[in-house]
């Protein structure tokens, strides 16, 4: 399989982006203890595309993500910047000098139960002083979250209030390349914060933190066999926003005509009682956006807040979870879970589409800006087939807005790709006697693809849309937060009364979209800055932005905007 992977390096630049980053990396860990364990849905997803086959100095396999993360100094808690699978108390460097040492031990962050528990599961400190891990049953890295290897049920679930930091709940080992910590910013208290676009771009004109990232890009991008592309989970409320614009224009420069998908993060919600970390938040942002789009093969905003203006909006609901917005914990799970569920077109085993290829198809004629969308879980009943349930939405769009963009009702679509998984073959079409009329041409089709594919034409005529159905559903295994209603089951099927079970796994309905409700919210995004004084906050401008950069962006945003301009004539 390894040499048919068509390899990505995944960038994580942020705190929430480590969130976002942390879920990620449990369910794709998840997944591959499914793998481990059946034979069935192995053909779908390439875990090669996103992992690493490596190999510790005593000779273990490992089976790490190919990733580079960065955050601030206090953000990893009790985890090592090196990791902990290649720890071995013989590999300390001999010191030549022979005169008086003095010794200076910085005390250790105690690891929460939940760690603690995951840590005995997945390996065991040797008598030599090595790290002995468990092994998949395929020989492949660490164990997953599977019974072979579960404590109790209870001890797998952090308590919320345990959960500071990302490193919190991220139970994958990551390489001793992965992690770079940047020393320069604090993740905690008021002082020596990365709060502006200007502090952020600047970190990556140093030649320290320049070099050390052209080093690590360099150690995995040399191991690839065909790198198809880097995908970039980045902040946009904040600094990081700055590092990413400028790292996207490395990544350009050095590996043109890779595929380049960035994904901005915005935590939500925000309040109105702070106005500097708003007006913060709005310029970044719209940096951000700009500079990233420039320089990637696309940029799509994620978020779970109502806009990326200064009025507040309502936060994104879903009628089957119960999740707390203010929690980074719960909202960046489900906007990794979207993530799991839209790049599967470039993870695919089978006919791939590469990153390159999906995004040429959406950014065409400038529109370097997309959005996304989700429905969690995807509202199949017990019983129920793919055509029953979607026959029930009507004319209504089946998925709920991720992007902070707005409402699309009123807009067109020029092109989507849309990922639908987690339903049975079974359930995929209808099945009805011998001379019985189909209830709906869906009913009539003869494959879920056929049943998917239609339902999108008839939702949207007209629309270029690229569809994909997967058998295989969204791992939801804790750490995954349990906000789900009762009347879920342990697939996430929804019932009509309620279920005392753990759902561990749930269908998913994801889209990435352009379209026209993008004129819309850019045009929205640069008129608010166009009408702000900039002069009230030299304290942003200081920060490396000069008021010509900020005239520039509006400007840009108004460009952007224009791209999607034609079809506002053609809305129904």
């Not at 630049?13 to 192995?42: I, M, P, Y």
């Not at 929205?524 to 950069?549: I, T």
Request: net charge negative; charged share 15%; hydrophobic share 35%.
């Amino acid at each position: 399989m390894a040499s048919a992977a068509r390899e990505v390096l995944t960038l994580q630049l942020g705190h929430f982006a480590g969130f976002v980053g942390a879920h990620w990396w449990n369910q794709q860990d998840a997944a591959l203890g499914r793998l481990a364990g059946t034979k069935e849905l192995s053909g779908e997803l390439c875990p090669d595309v996103l992992y690493r086959a490596g190999q510790t100095l005593h000779g273990q396999e490992t089976y790490t993500p190919r990733l580079i993360l960065m955050d601030l100094k206090g953000s990893l808690n009790s985890l090592k910047q090196e990791g902990g699978l290649y720890q071995d108390k013989h590999l300390d460097a001999a010191i030549a000098w022979q005169g008086k040492l003095t010794t200076h031990k910085e005390e250790l962050q105690a690891k929460n139960p939940f760690l603690q528990n995951l840590l005995s599961a997945e390996g065991v400190m040797s008598s030599d002083g090595v790290w002995r891990v468990h092994t998949f049953p395929n020989g492949k890295g660490l164990p997953p979250l599977t019974k072979a290897f579960l404590p109790t049920p209870k001890s797998l679930i952090p308590p919320e209030g345990s959960i500071k930091v990302w490193s919190d709940f991220l139970h994958v080992q990551l390489h001793p390349r992965s992690i770079c910590i940047i020393q320069k910013y604090n993740h905690d208290g008021e002082a020596g914060r990365l709060e502006g676009f200007g502090q952020g771009e600047s970190l990556l004109r140093e030649p320290t933190y320049l070099e050390e990232l052209e080093d690590r890009l360099h150690f995995y991008v040399e191991e690839c066999d065909y790198l198809q592309g880097f995908q970039i989970l980045c902040d946009l409320h904040d600094g990081f926003s700055g590092l990413g614009a400028k790292a996207t224009e490395l990544l350009q420069d050095e590996y043109a005509g890779r595929g380049i998908l960035t994904w901005g993060l915005l935590p939500g919600p925000y309040t109105l009682g702070e106005p500097q970390k708003n007006f913060y938040r709005l310029f970044n942002t719209a940096l951000g956006l700009v500079n990233m789009a420039a320089h990637s093969s696309f940029v799509c905003p994620l978020s779970l807040g109502g806009g990326l203006g200064l009025r507040p909006e309502p936060p994104v609901t879903f009628p089957h979870l119960r999740y707390d917005v203010t929690l980074p914990y719960h909202s960046s799970a489900l906007l990794a879970t979207v993530l799991d569920t839209i790049t599967v077109p470039y993870r695919l085993c089978s006919s791939p589409l590469s990153m390159v290829h999906l995004a040429d198809m959406l950014s065409f004629s400038g529109r370097k800006v997309v959005t996304a969308g989700a429905s969690i879980p995807f509202p199949v009943a017990p019983g129920h087939s793919l055509p029953d349930t979607l026959a029930q939405f009507g004319g209504t769009i089946p998925w709920t807005p991720v992007s902070a963009c707005g409402e699309p009702s009123g807009t067109r679509c020029f092109v989507q790709s849309v990922v639908l998984r987690g339903v049975d073959k079974t359930r995929q079409t209808s099945q009805f006697s011998p001379g019985t009329s189909p209830n709906s041409p869906l009913h009539a089709c003869t494959s879920g693809e056929e049943v998917l594919a239609q339902y999108l034409q008839q939702l949207q005529p007209g629309v270029l849309s690229s569809s994909q159905l997967l058998l295989s559903p969204c791992r939801v295994v804790p750490p995954y937060p349990r906000f789900f209603s009762s009347r879920l089951n342990q697939q996430g099927l929804i019932l009509d009364g309620t279920h005392n079970g753990t759902v561990e796994t749930i269908p998913v309905l994801a889209t990435l979209c352009s379209s026209s409700l993008l004129h819309r919210a850019l045009g929205r995004l640069a008129g608010e800055l166009a009408n702000l004084d900039l002069r009230r906050w030299a304290s942003f401008l200081a920060a490396g932005v000069e008021q010509d950069d900020m005239e520039e962006t509006i400007q840009e945003l108004h460009n952007l905007a224009q791209c999607y301009q034609d079809g506002d004539s053609l809305i129904n």
